[in-house]
């Protein structure tokens, strides 16, 4: 084969690649605000940043970082400006600038979380009907357990995590039922996703008349900070938003807990694999 046609070759599969891998278009928001919290293992840093026209009003939220170098430097108190890019459902910080340090006094405050193999409270809460429930009657089958609030504006956080969910609920269907999960999603917004709210976010994912597989829940806010502590939910609220990291747990059949997944970088089938 002629050299001309080797590297029209090589051209045409890389642009063949680079078409493989969007994951949808980008949109990109211009970034300023004040480093609250970095975590470099993680890949995040947490900024309390102004107004972004067109997308979220001020607050502080966590954000995935690109830059690596940026990861090494940043730290509380640095303003800095950046260009967030939200991608279907990821999103991420880059073209990190930083411009000054300020003192702050505003740090991000993480719960240590339970023990794997720790009996789970009968925590009490409201599922999307209304009713009461308590976490002890989900016994004799596995149940999964993760926090979202329906407002939540980022791709790559809640809306990820109830994405992950709808698969999962999909393919454990044929399962019996003694290894057929069933799933809870709790809310850290009750002020705001009251039943009526959870009943309408489930739509999305759910029959009605399947509620009884995927409840979604919400309570007092007493209530809620009490079972988030435990398993080891962070959050706190900024405007109509919130800070806040990532949990889900898997909790046996016998009521304890089996496994943590922080973060948004488990996937369905790494879950899926615990009932196989």
């Known amino acids: 084969m002629k050299r001309g046609s080797l590297c029209m070759l090589a051209v045409l599969a890389g642009i063949l690649l680079a078409a493989g891998c969007r994951t949808g278009p980008e949109e990109r928001y211009a970034l300023k605000g004040r480093v609250v919290a970095s975590d470099p293992p993680a890949g995040r840093v947490t900024v309390a940043h102004e107004a972004i026209p067109g997308f979220m009003d001020a607050m502080t939220m966590p954000f995935r970082v690109r830059d690596g170098w940026a990861l090494e430097v940043l730290s509380p108190g640095q303003e800095i400006e950046a260009t967030l890019v939200v991608a279907g459902e990821r999103s991420w910080l880059e073209g990190i600038r930083i411009s000054e340090t300020k003192s702050s006094g505003d740090t991000l405050v993480t719960s240590p979380g339970p023990r794997i193999g720790a009996e789970v409270p009968d925590f009490g ?3 999307q009907d209304g009713r009461r429930i308590g976490l002890a009657g989900y016994r004799g089958r596995p149940l999964l357990v993760t926090f979202i609030y329906t407002r ?3 791709p790559d956080y809640c809306p990820r995590t109830s994405g992950h969910f ?3 609920h999909r ?3 044929a399962l019996p039922d003694g290894r057929r999960p069933r799933l809870l999603t709790v809310s850290f917004d009750p002020e705001y996703d009251t039943p009526e709210v959870m009943r309408r976010y489930g739509r999305r994912y759910v029959a009605p ?3 009884g597989e995927w409840i979604f ?3 007092s806010p ?3 900070r009490e079972i988030a502590e435990w398993f080891g939910l962070s ?4 405007s109509d938003q919130f800070v806040h990291s990532l949990v889900t747990a898997l909790v046996g059949p016998e009521g304890r807990l089996v496994r943590l997944y922080p973060g948004n970088e488990w996937t369905p089938e790494e879950v899926l694999a615990e009932f196989r």
């Open 171 to 173: 393919q454990v269907a």
């Open 125 to 127: 809460l409201l599922d």
């Open 217 to 219: 829940a919400t309570g």
């Open 166 to 168: 709808h698969r999962i």
């Open 222 to 224: 007493e209530e809620i």
């Open 235 to 238: 959050y706190w609220k900024e």
């Open 209 to 211: 008349g399947a509620f």
């Open 152 to 154: 939540c504006p980022l």
